[in-house]
């Protein structure tokens, strides 16, 4: 199929993108913003090339809180325009462009102080009800949020029996939205492919090609076969985050601006250890944590210190871990220990670095600029705001096209599986019927493939084997594991168990006794023979072994070093 990243139309776009042919556009970097630079490109007629080094949201794009959001606490530091910016892609995302991936969530903020602080949180939260209202309209859309609610204590404690009655005086609700980060922009780049961009995941840039001062293209790798090759591009999209300064050294240039990572780390706990009915907002001395909803989890996060190591495998550590368990367990009445734990993720966010700021205070607000002829770089911003970035980052690289480019349409253009989304899910019963499914697993894969479930349906009717659930992961089916590999570019078994699915974070072990059935699996869709399965599961099982001692390390130095000891250095 067109839309498929699949194997061959991996082999195929780099055919295109080595053929010698000039796109009009080239991206570097398949994450969300990457991704979604790749889809308004096609989707405004230019030919386009998207190459990303590892996998599709293999850096931060599959590492945040998950959250798509306008961002209380920029509201606080009266950052109207990025609040209500983010609140209109939420109102979108929610109803017209990844309605099957985006969800509303509720949120409880306590209130610890009498009258004053009822006043003050509540009229900050009426404001940011009241932008998301004026944005939605300004859109066309309706996102359809409940509004925001003042609370008792006795009420708030109903919701979330799990609160210390001590640990608050009353609370206010309010609604946010959520998303499988990781699948969001794989649907993306998937998206973009659909549309007639060459999308490749596996191929690095390693160096630029030029003209005089122009930048013509790049040199590029395959990191499957070690290929080089060259793409040609009218223009270049250096949308590679917290790698923005390493690419733009490539061609020598310094930058107008700097960016730092700031590490984020998460922790995920088993639903029944938290007894609750809605997700909770917390604020620390610095930021504010977030208890958040997961399926038959509870994600919590997250922290915002400054990371200088290894980029594509930040650690987390014991003090992580330890300051994210003693905050949410201020409130707690039950206190969550380690053993709790079953997951933890750590990211790094790219922020626009100032001169001495701690990384808290950093921008959140994204540039775009051409650091030479030829080369734009897009960076900082936040997840929700993606699709503003990747607008931004094609408007600015066809100003010198002649002609007119078209504007971009991606605000209309919803994600392959949120076209028809609200009629499939009205015929989940009949689908669950027809398939011999129960109607909770049609309804777990309409809220992960939307409007495309009947592609993993199609595979179940072919090989009914595949319509039960994953050995070590029986939230998820075996047809969910194929698919990755034959539909959503999945090249590594890591790639499966920690974007495609979550089985990483979710599963009591972190998918160790998923990980041999999973690869089996794929093998047929990916040329695997026995000695490759074998070398696939030992990555995986020695990734896990890496990020479990590298989280009992107490600082940043000694969990790098840990973590880089797995042998997954080059996924």
Do not use: C
């Amino acid at each position: 199929m067109s839309h498929a990243l699949s194997p061959q139309g991996r082999e195929h776009a780099i055919e295109v993108l080595s053929s010698g042919i000039e796109l009009d556009l080239l991206v570097i970097g398949g994450g969300v913003v990457g991704s979604g630079t790749a889809l308004d490109a096609v989707t405004r007629g230019l030919s386009t090339g998207l190459i990303e080094q590892r996998d599709f949201a293999s850096g931060t794009s599959s590492r945040s809180s998950k959250l798509i959001h306008g961002g209380l606490r920029y509201l606080e530091m009266l950052d109207f325009a990025l609040v209500r910016e983010a609140l209109k892609e939420r109102g979108l995302l929610l109803t017209r462009l990844a309605p099957h991936l985006v969800r509303p969530v509720p949120f409880l903020y306590p209130l610890s102080h009498h009258v004053w602080e009822r006043a003050y949180v509540g009229s900050g939260i009426a404001l940011y009800d009241a932008m998301s209202v004026g944005s939605a309209v300004a859109a066309g859309d309706q996102s359809g949020l409940p509004r925001h609610r003042h609370l008792t204590r006795g009420q708030a404690l109903r919701l979330m029996p799990s609160l210390k009655k001590s640990a608050l005086t009353g609370a206010v609700q309010y609604y946010d939205a959520q998303v499988d980060d990781a699948r969001h922009t794989m649907e993306l780049a998937r998206t973009a492919a659909h549309y007639g961009a060459h999308v490749a995941n596996r191929v690095a840039a390693i160096g630029f090609l030029r003209q005089g001062e122009r930048v013509t293209g790049v040199r590029a790798v395959d990191k499957l076969t070690d290929r080089e090759f060259e793409i040609h591009a009218r223009q270049i999209v250096n949308a590679t985050g917290v790698w923005t300064d390493d690419t733009q050294a490539m061609v020598g240039e310094r930058g107008q601006f700097h960016v730092r990572a700031s590490k984020g780390v998460h922790v995920v706990v088993p639903r029944d250890r938290i007894h609750s009915s809605t997700g909770l907002i917390l604020r620390t001395t610095s930021s504010v944590l977030f208890v958040i909803p997961w399926g038959r989890h509870w994600i919590i996060g997250t922290t915002d210190t400054d990371w200088a190591l290894d980029k594509a495998h930040p650690a987390a550590t014991r003090a992580d871990i330890d300051y994210l368990l003693d905050h949410v367990n201020r409130v707690l009445s039950t206190p969550l220990t380690h053993e709790d734990v079953e997951g933890v993720y750590a990211g790094l966010r790219p922020l626009l670095a100032g001169e001495s700021e701690s990384t808290s205070k950093l921008s959140r607000e994204h540039v775009v600029a051409h650091s030479a002829p030829g080369l734009v770089v897009v960076a900082g911003g936040k997840y929700t705001t993606y699709r503003v970035m990747a607008k931004d980052a094609v408007d600015e690289a066809v100003q010198t096209f002649p002609g007119r480019v078209a504007q971009s349409t991606t605000e209309t253009v919803p994600l392959l599986g949120g076209v028809g989304f609200q009629a499939v899910w009205n015929r989940r019963h009949t689908l669950a019927a027809a398939a011999g499914l129960h109607v909770a697993r049609v309804e777990h894969l309409l809220r992960r493939y939307g409007s495309l479930t009947h592609e993993l349906l199609d595979l179940v009717a072919a090989r009914p084997e595949l319509g039960e659930p994953l050995d070590g992961a029986e939230d998820y089916l075996k047809a969910e594991v194929v698919y990755a590999a034959s539909h959503e570019g999945a090249l590594h078994l890591t790639d499966v168990l920690t974007r495609r699915t979550r089985i990483s974070i979710e599963a009591w072990d972190r998918g160790v006794s998923a990980a041999p059935v999973a690869a089996a699996l794929v093998a047929p869709v990916l040329g695997w023979d026995e000695d490759r399965i074998q070398a696939e599961v030992e990555i995986y099982l020695g990734r896990v072994e890496a990020e479990r001692v590298s989280q009992t390390m107490l600082d940043d130095a000694s969990a790098d070093e840990a973590r880089r000891s797995g042998p997954d250095g080059r996924l």
